[in-house]
């Protein structure tokens, strides 16, 4: 008699093999014939019956290793499997295995298990190279195609495809398949034997090892239906799903993608944990994009100070790191046990966080998680037990709860009118030079900066955290009040001509400062403090009252927008002091302001490689209308791009916050694969080294899964062997030497161009930008350039300091700079 986990009398088990070569089918119809001879197993009607095992000329009998795979085969099926029909069914295409499914006769009372499929991929005229979508895509409809009673998915694992050869192409890559991918066996006892593992393993893993796994959970996880709800009911950009897999969360990932799938929302993958943070933060940035971000157990430590960041940019969106069930004995990659509890290091950083331990409580807490969210304090963890997050839930309580905690009204921080007074009388009557710093702008309020600036002759600069905010082109015209980049690093020489008069500050009395959205942070201005508080005029705009500056002469709680619409109203300017302030503007001149950007000397300065690129860039814009978002990783080619490069709209910077080596490059391929435009980055070889390698997620996630480039991505690496500023700090501050401790080791690999579906990638050298076709390579869509630009250190210019302002290539040389070479070493 069967045993209880034996199938009942009569069930059915269905294998295809598809191709047009009989003795593929041959093979497979011995394979099934061995595993049913002797036994209460039969082979169906219509089979290919017990046809003969057929050896190879290679081989005159199959070897003891054929006899031993089947002997053990037949040992667990003669318990387990005692009494079952094998149905061969064979077709030379998909879609004709489909046909012949549909025409079986219905199957006995038994049942019928989900089909294992066999493929001979020459045979079927099927490619198995992984960026041809054809025989996934065939998969995929016979999948669809099945009969009604049979599921309507195949498995990866019981799905076999055997090529004739390797995967032909030029891009050689090895990368898992939603099917198993073998070479066709030279030998036949070697395929048949591999039908008799795949027949078995299909009997044990889907058929009857039920009691090998933990249960399986009914419906969609209740946190993951929760969040996808909640998330879609957001203001901003399309939300996005950042995930690294890991076991304990791999059912949510897999309820999350599917969701996320049906409502468009971007899923966007990277190389570590970290990635994902840093392609959450660019996105919030730049296009207010919330974010789910999913990990595995003892993951909350692998974001790097990115956290602190996303906390900084008031990043929306969750965090759900998996936790180890209460309790337990020092578990494995558990974060809240005896020995330690990560809650307490979110709490010291700042960040909110739920402690999800109890399904019966997880409403609660995601009503806890969804005010943390709209509080705005960054990024929400949720720590997640494996009996929460495998718990499902009622999709209309889900739903009812999502509705409940949609977006409050926003509470609109209104400028009141003894805070505006001050600044409006500095706007309407004051100096003849006026700068504003910009912060993070939306339409609108980029709208009434440019308006009023327009009308009050106001100069305008972005920042070495927010570049782009404000930039020389909008909408495809210049602006002629914008003057480059304020900051600690790659303040532009205009900005600096605007400011200063003879190498000194100009008189408070003179100028003033307003920093719009901004706390001011040390990174905004390449000042001391004693400068910012003495010597300098400042209007300070920020909703956040702990940002107001303790050196503002004339702090402003208040939001941009209705700060800057009572500004805007009634805005009355003399016309004499319009005109002052325009030839204010009108006297500072765009200048790279040295000489080596002059000099053609190889390796490149990066003073010449980036007046090149400005110019290519220039000259796109003006006549192309070219558009691009920039992102701008920490050395000094990312400063060297801020400072030289014209920009037409926001850019990603990975100065921002803490200075991360490497998080902008980390940010490239979510920023790539979402917005609509192309993206120039500019990595150093220290960042590069730093972090993992971006392509191969790149190429998945645009190749593989179909998000696609919008236009064109060009990566410029910069090489010069060594942590650049921080040699310049030493050579030119410090006097000290440069040492191996700022040497980097750069391997440069040869010029290649691979092709991936129908993504282009291509590696280039850049020895002298005067002949690389720079034009050409900026403007092909679909396509990835990795240049490496190769350099030469220098501490010449680009505002690498303000006593870079007094260095002897300037164009105009202060006084100041020859009394402090008059001064005797060592006394100033």
Same mark, same amino acid.
């Given at each position: 008699?069967?045993?209880?986990?034996?199938?009942?009398?009569?069930?059915?088990?269905?294998?295809?093999?598809?191709?047009?070569?009989?003795?593929?089918?041959?093979?497979?119809?011995?394979?099934?014939?061995?595993?049913?001879?002797?036994?209460?197993?039969?082979?169906?009607?219509?089979?290919?019956?017990?046809?003969?095992?057929?050896?190879?000329?290679?081989? #005159? +009998?199959?070897?003891?290793?054929? /006899?031993? %795979? !089947?002997?053990? @085969?037949? *040992?667990? &099926?003669?318990?387990?499997? $005692?009494? #079952? +029909?094998?149905?061969?069914?064979? /077709?030379? %295409? !998909?879609?004709? @295995?489909? *046909?012949? &499914?549909?025409?079986?006769? $219905?199957?006995?009372?038994?049942?019928?298990?989900?089909?294992?499929? !066999?493929?001979? @991929?020459?045979?079927?005229?099927?490619?198995?190279? $992984?960026?041809?979508?054809?025989?996934?895509?065939?998969?995929?409809? !016979?999948?669809?195609?099945?009969?009604?009673?049979?599921?309507?998915?195949?498995?990866?694992?019981?799905?076999?495809?055997?090529?004739?050869?390797?995967?032909?192409?030029?891009?050689?890559?090895?990368?898992?398949?939603?099917?198993?991918?073998?070479?066709?066996?030279?030998?036949?006892?070697?395929?048949?034997?591999?039908?008799?593992?795949?027949?078995?393993?299909?009997?044990?893993?889907?058929?009857?090892?039920?009691?090998?796994?933990?249960?399986?959970?009914?419906?969609?996880?209740?946190?993951?239906?929760?969040?996808?709800?909640?998330?879609?009911?957001?203001?901003?950009?399309?939300?996005?799903?950042?995930?690294?897999?890991?076991?304990?969360?791999?059912?949510?990932?897999?309820?999350?993608?599917?969701?996320?799938?049906?409502?468009?929302?971007?899923?966007?993958?990277?190389?570590?944990?970290?990635?994902?943070?840093?392609?959450?933060?660019?996105?919030?940035?730049?296009?207010?994009?919330?974010?789910?971000?999913?990990?595995?157990?003892?993951?909350?430590?692998?974001?790097?100070?990115?956290?602190?960041?996303?906390?900084?940019?008031?990043?929306?969106?969750?965090?759900?790191?998996?936790?180890?069930?209460?309790?337990?004995?020092?578990?494995?990659?558990?974060?809240?046990?005896?020995?330690?509890?990560?809650?307490?290091?979110?709490?010291?950083?700042?960040?909110?966080?739920?402690?999800?331990?109890?399904?019966?409580?997880?409403?609660?807490?995601?009503?806890?998680?969804?005010?943390?969210?709209?509080?705005?304090?960054?990024?929400?963890?949720?720590?997640?037990?494996?009996?929460?997050?495998?718990?499902?839930?009622?999709?209309?309580?889900?739903?009812?709860?999502?509705?409940?905690?949609?977006?409050?009204?926003?509470?609109?921080?209104?400028?009141?009118?003894?805070?505006?007074?001050?600044?409006?009388?500095?706007?309407?009557?004051?100096?003849?030079?006026?700068?504003?710093?910009?912060?993070?702008?939306?339409?609108?309020?980029?709208?009434?900066?440019?308006?009023?600036?327009?009308?009050?002759?106001?100069?305008?600069?972005?920042?070495?955290?927010?570049?782009?905010?404000?930039?020389?082109?909008?909408?495809?015209?210049?602006?002629?009040?914008?003057?480059?980049?304020?900051?600690?690093?790659?303040?532009?020489?205009?900005?600096?001509?605007?400011?200063?008069?003879?190498?000194?500050?100009?008189?408070?009395?003179?100028?003033?400062?307003?920093?719009?959205?901004?706390?001011?942070?040390?990174?905004?201005?390449?000042?001391?403090?004693?400068?910012?508080?003495?010597?300098?005029?400042?209007?300070?705009?920020?909703?956040?009252?702990?940002?107001?500056?303790?050196?503002?002469?004339?702090?402003?709680?208040?939001?941009?927008?209705?700060?800057?619409?009572?500004?805007?109203?009634?805005?009355?300017?003399?016309?004499?002091?319009?005109?002052?302030?325009?030839?204010?503007?009108?006297?500072?001149?765009?200048?790279?302001?040295?000489?080596?950007?002059?000099?053609?000397?190889?390796?490149?300065?990066?003073?010449?490689?980036?007046?090149?690129?400005?110019?290519?860039?220039?000259?796109?814009?003006?006549?192309?209308?070219?558009?691009?978002?920039?992102?701008?990783?920490?050395?000094?080619?990312?400063?060297?791009?801020?400072?030289?490069?014209?920009?037409?709209?926001?850019?990603?910077?990975?100065?921002?916050?803490?200075?991360?080596?490497?998080?902008?490059?980390?940010?490239?391929?979510?920023?790539?694969?979402?917005?609509?435009?192309?993206?120039?980055?500019?990595?150093?070889?220290?960042?590069?080294?730093?972090?993992?390698?971006?392509?191969?997620?790149?190429?998945?996630?645009?190749?593989?899964?179909?998000?696609?480039?919008?236009?064109?991505?060009?990566?410029?690496?910069?090489?010069?062997?060594?942590?650049?500023?921080?040699?310049?700090?030493?050579?030119?501050?410090?006097?000290?030497?440069?040492?191996?401790?700022?040497?980097?080791?750069?391997?440069?690999?040869?010029?290649?161009?691979?092709?991936?579906?129908?993504?282009?990638?291509?590696?280039?050298?850049?020895?002298?930008?005067?002949?690389?076709?720079?034009?050409?390579?900026?403007?092909?869509?679909?396509?990835?350039?990795?240049?490496?630009?190769?350099?030469?250190?220098?501490?010449?210019?680009?505002?690498?300091?303000?006593?870079?302002?007094?260095?002897?290539?300037?164009?105009?040389?202060?006084?100041?700079?020859?009394?402090?070479?008059?001064?005797?070493?060592?006394?100033?």
């Amino acid at each position: 008699m069967p045993t209880s986990s034996s199938p009942e009398l009569g069930h059915r088990f269905l294998i295809l093999s598809v191709g047009k070569h009989p003795a593929f089918h041959a093979v497979v119809a011995g394979a099934l014939g061995e595993l049913t001879t002797g036994s209460r197993r039969r082979l169906g009607p219509g089979d290919g019956g017990n046809t003969i095992l057929k050896s190879s000329s290679h081989s #005159a +009998e199959p070897p003891a290793a054929h /006899a031993e %795979t !089947l002997a053990r @085969a037949l *040992r667990y &099926l003669d318990r387990a499997l $005692p009494e #079952a +029909e094998l149905r061969h069914v064979t /077709a030379d %295409t !998909l879609p004709a @295995a489909a *046909r012949a &499914l549909r025409e079986l006769p $219905p199957p006995p009372a038994g049942g019928e298990s989900l089909p294992l499929l !066999l493929v001979d @991929a020459d045979g079927a005229g099927l490619g198995t190279e $992984p960026f041809d979508r054809a025989l996934p895509d065939a998969l995929a409809a !016979l999948a669809d195609d099945l009969p009604a009673h049979l599921r309507s998915t195949l498995t990866a694992h019981g799905t076999l495809v055997y090529d004739a050869a390797a995967p032909a192409g030029t891009a050689r890559v090895h990368v898992a398949r939603p099917y198993v991918l073998r070479a066709l066996p030279a030998h036949d006892w070697v395929l048949s034997a591999d039908v008799v593992c795949a027949f078995t393993d299909h009997v044990q893993v889907r058929h009857t090892g039920s009691a090998l796994r933990t249960a399986t959970r009914t419906g969609t996880s209740a946190l993951a239906t929760a969040l996808h709800s909640f998330l879609g009911r957001q203001p901003g950009g399309p939300w996005g799903l950042h995930y690294y897999t890991g076991s304990v969360v791999s059912g949510t990932i897999a309820d999350l993608d599917r969701l996320a799938a049906t409502t468009g929302n971007p899923v966007l993958r990277g190389p570590s944990e970290h990635a994902l943070a840093c392609g959450a933060l660019a996105r919030w940035q730049l296009d207010g994009a919330p974010f789910l971000i999913v990990v595995t157990s003892g993951m909350v430590d692998e974001f790097r100070g990115t956290l602190a960041n996303m906390r900084d940019a008031r990043a929306r969106g969750f965090v759900v790191c998996a936790e180890t069930t209460p309790g337990a004995w020092y578990p494995f990659q558990g974060t809240v046990h005896a020995a330690e509890d990560s809650r307490a290091v979110l709490a010291a950083k700042g960040l909110p966080h739920v402690y999800l331990d109890d399904p019966d409580r997880l409403e609660d807490g995601l009503a806890e998680a969804c005010a943390a969210y709209h509080a705005g304090r960054g990024p929400v963890f949720l720590l997640a037990t494996p009996a929460v997050l495998d718990a499902a839930g009622s999709p209309d309580r889900l739903e009812a709860l999502a509705r409940s905690h949609a977006r409050p009204p926003a509470a609109t921080l209104d400028v009141t009118e003894s805070a505006l007074e001050p600044v409006r009388r500095l706007v309407e009557s004051g100096p003849a030079r006026l700068l504003w710093q910009c912060g993070p702008l939306d339409a609108e309020e980029s709208g009434l900066v440019h308006d009023i600036a327009a009308r009050a002759g106001i100069a305008l600069a972005d920042s070495l955290t927010h570049p782009g905010s404000v930039a020389k082109y909008r909408d495809g015209k210049a602006v002629e009040e914008y003057l480059g980049t304020l900051g600690m690093y790659a303040f532009s020489a205009r900005v600096h001509d605007y400011l200063h008069e003879d190498g000194r500050l100009r008189p408070r009395s003179e100028q003033a400062l307003l920093f719009l959205k901004s706390r001011i942070a040390e990174a905004a201005t390449p000042f001391s403090p004693a400068a910012l508080a003495r010597r300098l005029r400042i209007v300070q705009v920020t909703h956040e009252r702990a940002h107001l500056a303790p050196f503002a002469d004339h702090p402003v709680h208040a939001a941009a927008l209705p700060f800057l619409t009572a500004l805007r109203a009634g805005l009355d300017i003399s016309p004499e002091l319009l005109a002052a302030r325009r030839d204010a503007i009108a006297r500072t001149r765009e200048s790279t302001s040295d000489v080596v950007h002059r000099l053609p000397v190889l390796p490149m300065s990066a003073n010449y490689f980036f007046r090149r690129l400005h110019d290519v860039l220039d000259d796109l814009i003006r006549t192309t209308g070219y558009t691009y978002t920039g992102v701008f990783d920490v050395g000094r080619g990312g400063l060297s791009a801020i400072r030289n490069l014209p920009r037409t709209g926001p850019g990603f910077s990975g100065w921002y916050g803490r200075a991360l080596m490497g998080d902008a490059l980390q940010a490239v391929p979510a920023v790539a694969l979402t917005r609509d435009d192309n993206v120039l980055a500019f990595i150093g070889d220290g960042a590069t080294a730093l972090v993992p390698d971006i392509l191969p997620t790149l190429i998945q996630q645009a190749a593989l899964y179909e998000r696609g480039l919008r236009r064109n991505l060009t990566v410029f690496r910069l090489i010069d062997g060594g942590h650049s500023v921080i040699r310049t700090y030493r050579e030119g501050r410090a006097g000290a030497e440069a040492s191996r401790q700022t040497q980097v080791l750069h391997l440069l690999e040869p010029e290649w161009t691979r092709t991936y579906g129908e993504l282009t990638v291509r590696h280039r050298h850049v020895h002298d930008a005067a002949d690389a076709d720079l034009h050409t390579w900026l403007r092909q869509e679909a396509t990835v350039t990795i240049c490496s630009v190769l350099l030469s250190h220098n501490n010449e210019g680009d505002g690498l300091s303000l006593l870079s302002s007094l260095g002897w290539q300037r164009d105009d040389l202060p006084e100041l700079a020859f009394a402090l070479a008059q001064t005797p070493r060592g006394t100033h």
